[in-house]
């Protein structure tokens, strides 16, 4: 044997004893893809390390010599791993052991390609050195079997981590050699699953419900986006029965939607400029709304006919001002509305006529809001106060004057014990609506709350701030569950279950608690920018949208998740991650072009 020849023998020598000691670091190891998914044993790898020697054995030559030839085997070898991948297609190596998980595209598997021709250029230059007598493209001919089984190797992380979060993993990874973090995965999905075990005992549901909260707080999703208006939604107002949402917005525009498909039904038209407000009557038959043109009008929902408008007087208005609010109070006999002209009137629903004007506010009335009880209206104002008046004597209550600024939004809670008020001084206050004693100061948003709702299961409180964050609260302990990119304004489904919000662009974003990834019970597709299916702000780094795509593959995955819009949801989500590497890519592109 020749000194040429040693030398190669010991860049494969080297070669694979480095992969032995990869091997016995990072254990078992496992390859998934469209073929399926296969274990990679000590053998491969010693197998690939041996490759690497060789490749880096004739990089050697190739300088040594200036040998044109290495350059026409690395391009042999990247049109071959090219053509891998487009059979192939993404594929997904992962070692649980270290925590690794590695995706490779196109680009890559032409560079591994590349590499291996590069190995058979190695191979070729010793052998010849042998006197043994093999052209490359032989030899490449001859490696070609091996060299496909060393490509499976590489993955898109996507797929495997599906697998990994949930799927059949005795079937799927019987043979990665990693029963250790196998057993580890079922113990987790198993102890998840006992949070909704309805056989679990009185006493163990009643010590596990903090824990399901905790557990549920991190879960809210963009599961649909609606995009029917041309500007900015101001309002909504969702009906009882929870079947219907009604929009306003500033394209003059009250849209009726289909609140369980997302589709949209009819809109509602006839005002002059920008709706600012709307409400639905608590029997569901009719929708009010508050416009710039200083008028509330009011439409039949069933037959979407034209009913009233309601006039002040002699005047062709409803107030002398913007109409920034209406609600109907839960016994549905008034109507109440608020505007920029100080005052809130009161209106009979079915007379149309007007039954009292309420003054006492020095500026403009924002929101208006009446207790479930139907005893107590609670009105907002530009002039820093909140005022409650008793609605069978119509005098005022008391006023609350601890906000620094103007009070945008009320809310009341369904027990009618709770009231809730957001500011342009960034804050959220929680009083006692018998009372008027302020119980708490909610403070985390860094602009004006525009918006507040309160769930009707009473534990969970909506804000949303002028700088198009949501934020989700424990209405019982104000402890920040969870920071949502929507917009105002926001409002919860009758059961609690979902979260409808404004966006961007005159769009409507409807957000689903996600209970259990064993019992999701959806009945739409996530859709959506990518950043909206994956429940993260667009300028969350990749850590986080990693970790929100690894949190949806477990609550979506058809192998974990039967129901029928499961499948369709997993791709949604993966196409969403998708687009997420696509965006990252080219932004590092654009850094690295600077």
């Known amino acids: 044997m020749t000194q040429n020849s040693k030398t190669g023998a010991a860049f494969i020598a080297g070669g694979s004893i480095a992969g032995a000691g990869v091997s016995a670091a990072v254990g078992g190891m496992g390859l998934a893809g469209g073929f399926g998914a296969v274990g990679i044993g000590t053998t491969p790898v010693v197998g690939a390390g041996a490759v690497a020697g060789a490749a880096a054995y004739g990089a050697f030559k190739a300088i040594a010599e200036g040998d044109a030839a290495a350059f026409g085997a690395m391009g042999i070898g990247a049109v071959g791993g090219a053509g891998v991948y487009s059979v192939v297609g993404g594929m997904g190596l992962v070692a649980p052991k270290v925590g690794l998980a590695f995706g490779i595209g196109a680009v890559p598997m032409a560079g591994v390609g590349a590499v291996v021709g590069l190995a058979a250029y ?68 198993k102890k998840e699953s006992e949070f909704v075990n309805p056989q679990t005992s009185t006493a163990n549901i009643e010590s596990k419900t903090i824990t399901v909260t905790s557990q549920l707080s991190e879960t809210w999703r963009c599961v649909r986006t609606l995009k029917g208006h041309l500007a900015a939604v101001n ?78 007087l002699n005047s062709p208005y409803s107030h002398n001002g913007f109409v920034n609010s209406v609600a109907y109070s839960p016994d549905g006999k008034i109507l109440v509305s608020a505007s920029a002209d100080k005052t809130i009137r009161i209106w009979g629903r079915y007379t149309k006529t007007l039954k009292r004007t309420l003054n006492g506010h020095s500026d403009a009335v924002l929101s208006v ?22 609605l069978k004597t119509w005098q005022q209550r008391c006023v609350l004057t601890e906000h620094l600024a103007a009070v945008n939004t009320v809310s009341i809670s369904l027990d009618s014990q709770t009231l809730v008020s957001g500011s342009t001084d960034a804050t959220i206050k929680l009083w006692n609506l018998h009372t008027g004693k302020l119980i708490t100061t909610l403070v985390a948003h860094s602009t004006a709350v525009l918006s507040v709702a309160i769930s009707p299961n009473g534990k969970i409180l909506a804000s949303a701030s002028q700088d198009g964050i949501i934020k989700l609260w424990n209405l019982h302990t104000g402890k920040l569950l969870q920071t949502l990119s929507g917009c105002s304004p926001v409002s919860f489904s009758s059961d609690s279950s979902t979260l409808v919000s404004g966006g961007n662009g005159g769009s409507i974003k409807f957000w689903s608690h996600m209970r259990s990834f064993n019992n999701l019970e959806l009945d739409t597709v996530l859709s959506g920018e990518w950043w909206e299916i994956l429940g993260v702000n667009q300028s969350d780094d990749a850590n986080v949208v990693k970790f929100a795509y ?35 890519n080219a932004q590092n592109y654009t850094n690295f072009d600077k």
């Open 122 to 189: 190695g191979i070729a230059k010793l052998l010849d050195e042998s006197e043994f007598r093999e052209t490359p493209a032989q030899l490449f001919e001859r490696m070609e079997e091996k060299v496909l089984q060393m490509d499976y190797y590489w993955a898109a992380v996507a797929e495997l981590e599906a697998f990994l979060c949930g799927e059949d993993l005795n079937q799927k990874f019987a043979a990665l050699e990693v029963e250790d973090e196998l057993q580890a995965l079922k113990a987790q999905l």
């Open 235 to 312: 309002a909504i107002a969702l009906s009882p029965d929870g079947t219907t949402l009604v929009s306003a917005s500033d394209d003059k525009q009250v849209n009726l939607w289909d609140l369980k498909t997302g589709n949209w039904l009819y809109t509602f038209s006839g005002q002059a400029e920008a709706v600012l407000s709307v409400a639905i009557s608590p029997d569901g038959k009719e929708i009010a709304s508050g416009s710039v043109d200083r008028k509330v009008s009011t439409w039949q929902m069933d037959t979407k006919k034209f009913l009233h408008t309601l006039f002040y």
């Open 369 to 390: 809001a009446i207790s479930p009880d139907n005893t107590t209206l609670a009105s907002a104002s530009t002039d820093k106060t909140i005022r409650l008046w008793d």
């Open 550 to 584: 690894r949190r949806l593959a477990r609550l979506y995955h058809p192998d974990v998740n039967t129901c029928a819009i499961a499948k369709a949801s997993m791709q949604a989500i993966n196409q969403a991650y998708q687009e997420f590497h696509k965006q990252l």
